[in-house]
């Protein structure tokens, strides 16, 4: 069962209640014209009729009070499922991890926010169509029970209404499922370019980046067309269809009223009962809104097919110096093996750093040190214990990460240095940005640490000393560094590098690194070649082997 499915379920009575206020309104609506036509009758007889007069317009009051209950309910149920709908996906999309490669953001938050809020409607929809197919259905009995001649009338026209509803609902499920798609390929297209609109101005390029964007725009207009021909057709179909089925009901009713088998009562039921078998404007409507929901749903139960990494019930030894151990490592990206049985073990308090050429796969491999995504094979242990095995806040207090561009998150500055599994005390913060050499300008903003963060514009290298100021701040006993000086000058790399190499708390370290001076720095370098570490020694020694001096362009060492 999906996750609009569930949102249902959970909400059954809810819908429950629209069932059963649609079907009350239903009733209602086909008591309606047999107390008319009994009212008429009456007055054409002269009998009193002030009763039924009246218990007609407490039939319309009823059927009103039924009917704005019915959508009262169906809103209030249809905002929880997308409530529900949305919290499940963005819980679900930020614990599976980063995107795969492929998974546009665009298309995602799509998904999120568009499809999610279609998706939600599918189940008041559902619940409303018994109250939908009653009315017609009802209608037609009520004028098999007025005049069997009349129900005939009305059924010899009915299989083309019949046949009209399927097609409606077969042609428009395929265009709508790829009219989303469609969306969803703009979006991403769209934010894509956002992210690198620096570069668009830069290279002068908006034009061809409009047209990139925009190009999935023919195809979006032509099954959006589709799709409102197919929903025209079934209109003016049925706007064809109805009145000949009505002209028709009426005209048998009109013979079997000069024969004097139908009172004039009767004939006005009968005209009001025809209008109620005949609607299926509401029914393609209702079926409109659950074909559209049901593909759209399918979207978001796509995402949340994305497996999340399962967390265990382990906690990390109290003692435990933090010892990394990465053991017959392997990490497939696309068609690229990238590890390819690696070992590597960073013992506990020491300070490794990872070189190798660009795209070697010291990221992969940092991203699996702290279990940002599980290896293809092998395992990778911290002070023994599989990180699989350990809980979430566990892993999240034991390793903390620092990256080449930090995303900034947090409503102040002060937020985004505490950004983490638990609250920070401030001296902490402090601590990290002194560290991180970030508190000086930091204090320089209007409100110091307690600017907004998105009012305070930062350099790449500030953002890189925050980003670097978080990972000092929380007390972890593993840190890891993808490339997080990489921004820095150098003379706030060496200031930077005291907190680095020389913590004031013991506390292991990995970082990534194209900088000679920095691997210079670190007690052992892992020289990252073919997907294996070809060596673990210090830099000094790595430094006789041409090849690995190659990799810093064969320069002077640091
Ligand atoms: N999500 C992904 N999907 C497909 N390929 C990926 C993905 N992530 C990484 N790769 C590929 O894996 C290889 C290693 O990438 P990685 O970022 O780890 O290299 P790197 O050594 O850190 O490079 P650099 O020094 O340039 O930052 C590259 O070929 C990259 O294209």
């Excluded at 429950?16 to 014209?33: C, D, E, I, Q």
């Excluded at 905002?79 to 614990?95: G, P």
């Excluded at 559902?126 to 009802?138: E, S």
């Excluded at 990799?551 to 640091?558: I, R, S, T, Y």
Aim: hydrophobic share 50%; net charge neutral; aromatic share 4%.
């Amino acid at each position: 069962m999906g996750v609009v499915g569930e949102a249902g379920r959970r909400d059954a009575g809810r819908y429950a209640g629209v069932t059963a206020l649609g079907l009350v309104s239903a009733a209602l609506a086909l008591a309606l014209p047999y107390a008319l036509g009994h009212t008429l009758d009456q007055l054409l007889r002269g009998a009193a009729a002030g009763w039924w007069i009246a218990g007609c317009g407490a039939l319309v009051a009823a059927q009103t009070a039924a009917a704005a209950g019915e959508d009262l309910l169906a809103g209030l149920a249809t905002a929880r499922a997308a409530a529900t709908v949305r919290r499940r996906t963005v819980r679900h999309m930020l614990a599976a991890g980063p995107p795969a490669a492929g998974q546009g953001t665009g298309d995602l938050v799509t998904r999120v926010v568009g499809n999610a809020a279609d998706a939600a409607v599918t189940p008041a929809a559902a619940a409303a169509l018994p109250a939908a197919l009653a009315a017609p259905v009802g209608g037609i009995v009520a004028l098999g029970l007025t005049d069997i001649w009349l129900a005939a009338a009305f059924l010899a026209g009915a299989p083309l209404l019949t046949l009209l509803v399927q097609r409606f609902a077969r042609a428009s499920s395929d265009c709508v499922t790829a009219y989303q798609n469609a969306q969803g390929r703009i979006a991403t297209l769209l934010v894509e370019a956002l992210g690198g609109a620096r570069t668009i101005a830069a290279a002068g390029s908006e034009q061809r980046e409009t047209a990139r964007i925009l190009g999935p725009l023919p195809e979006l207009g032509s099954h959006g067309r589709r799709m409102w021909r197919v929903q025209g057709r079934a209109t003016a179909q049925a706007a064809v269809l109805v009145p000949l089925l009505q002209l028709t009901v009426l005209a048998v009713g009109g013979i079997r009223l000069s024969a004097g088998a139908l009172s004039v009562g009767d004939l006005l039921a009968a005209s009001r009962y025809v209008l109620l078998a005949t609607g299926i404007g509401v029914v393609v409507g209702q079926l409109g809104a659950v074909v559209k929901g049901r593909a759209a749903a399918a979207r978001v139960d796509e995402v949340l097919a994305v497996p999340v990494p399962a967390y265990g019930e382990r906690q990390l030894p109290e003692d435990g110096a933090g010892t990394l151990e990465l053991r017959g490592v392997t990490a497939v990206r696309g068609a690229e093996t990238v590890l390819d049985g690696l070992d590597l073990t960073v013992p506990g308090g020491s300070c490794v750093a990872v070189v190798g050429r660009s795209g070697a796969g010291k990221s992969v491999l940092a991203a699996l040190a702290g279990r940002l995504a599980d290896p293809d094979a092998g395992t990778v242990l911290l002070d023994g214990c599989p990180l699989p095995e350990l809980t979430a806040t566990g892993l999240r207090d034991a390793v903390g990460y620092a990256f080449e561009r930090p995303a900034l998150l947090g409503d102040t500055v002060a937020d985004t240095i505490a950004f983490g599994p638990r609250p920070l005390p401030p001296d902490h913060v402090t601590r990290g940005a002194l560290a991180a050499e970030a508190d000086a300008f930091v204090r320089l903003l209007p409100d110091g640490y307690a600017t907004a963060r998105n009012q305070a514009p930062f350099s790449g290298g500030e953002v890189q000393r925050l980003g670097l100021a978080r990972a000092f701040a929380h007390p972890t006993r593993l840190l890891v560094l993808d490339d997080a000086t990489s921004s820095l000058d150098t003379v706030t790399e060496s200031r930077v590098a005291q907190a680095l190499f020389h913590p004031p708390t013991p506390r292991t370290r990995l970082l990534t690194t194209h900088r000679p001076a920095t691997a210079a720095r670190a007690d052992l370098v892992a020289w990252l070649d073919s997907g294996r570490i070809r060596a673990l020694a210090p830099h000094e020694t790595l430094w006789a082997i041409p090849e690995y001096r190659e990799l810093f362009g064969g320069g002077d060492g640091g």
